[in-house]
DNA sequence: ATCCCTGCAAAGGGTTTGCAGACGC
DNA sequence: GCGTCTGCAAACCCTTTGCAGGGAT
């Protein structure tokens, strides 16, 4: 929820870089969208980014936000996912461990966890097939421990009711 | 490109059991596209095999492929992809190897590879954090052998414009 | 002063939805 | 015959684009 003053101020620092090396202009906008992306925690779409912009009565336009977006990608400091829906998540990078996600189908929880093992195995293709594998993406689909108790819970009273029925 | 009868009457069967298992009327026009799919080789998206159907003059309409590509995935015999664009890419999956794809980030070329210790990770994050994984999507992001020398050969086109100006 | 970047709104493109008619059951 | 499924087209939603004004360099 709070901004990390530290981390900010290193993100800040790669990310003006960035734009110098690229000849980029260094506007206000860009470093408001960087700072509310560091204040927030977890995965965030582009309109919750907006609103809460908004909210705090910053000037941004939508198309600026996905400018910036795109840039903060291409420094890494912030990484985009695809879950499935035809809405790209984000979230911020910078220090974090490389990690993937676990969705539910039920409830659309995303949870993250580390394996070493993929880092291995990209490594490993990568070699094979002669790509120069940049990053990767591995999800896993399934159904959270809630939710497999509530559909268990559905099933009891299905159940209970054809028993009372008959 | 030709149907292979054999794996189609398999697929048939298997659809046939899963409409009558849900209730659900088993119509023409989603034999028709579970054919259509079948034939296919590779990937595809829903205009091009809408497109496919409509050069053979079969009257689908593209919500009707929507739906019956639901019921396919639903079903497991066809897999649904996200490869970053905003369009999604569905390829046939009965009989095949579990698989996951290389996609070249510069000509968007996709490649197929199998790795068995990506189930195991599947097996052991469900596990350890209560999720009934039920499947999987690995992505890897990178430059494929084609692209990388096409980059070195304009590299190498501008250092010798360079030499030659200077 | 230049011209890149911004805000705004309209366009774009993939997917979903609503409705009247068709047809599997 | 009932109720679901279909075709068609409009609606939807996220994202991109065009343009005129503004601000970074």
């Known amino acids: 929820m709070a901004l990390n003053e530290e981390t900010y101020n290193e993100v800040k620092k790669i990310f003006t870089a ?6 980029l202009r260094k506007t206000p906008e860009r470093f408001a969208i960087l700072e509310e992306i ?44 695809q879950f499935g829906k035809n809405m790209a998540q984000y979230e ?5 461990r490389q990690h993937d996600h676990l969705i539910c189908t039920d409830c659309h929880k995303v949870i ?11 490594t490993m ?16 689909y399934g159904v959270c421990a809630d939710c497999q108790a509530k559909t268990q819970h559905e099933k009891d009273q ?3 009711q ?3 029925d008959s």
Chains 1, 2 share one sequence.
Do not use: W
């Open 18 to 23: 960035y734009l110098e090396n690229k000849s």
């Open 38 to 81: 560091y204040t927030r925690e977890g995965h965030f779409d582009v309109e919750s980014l907006y609103i809460s912009m908004k909210n705090k009565n910053y000037r941004v336009s939508r198309a600026t936000v996905y400018n910036t977006l795109d840039l903060l990608v291409d420094c890494d400091l912030v990484s985009k996912h």
């Open 92 to 96: 911020k990078c910078y220090g974090y």
């Open 112 to 122: 993250e966890f580390c394996d070493p093992r993929i880092h291995n195995i990209q």
């Open 125 to 140: 293709i990568g070699e094979l097939l002669n790509f120069k594998v940049m990053h990767h993406s591995l999800n896993l």
């Open 158 to 160: 299905k159940e209970k």
């Open 162 to 164: 054809l028993n009372a």
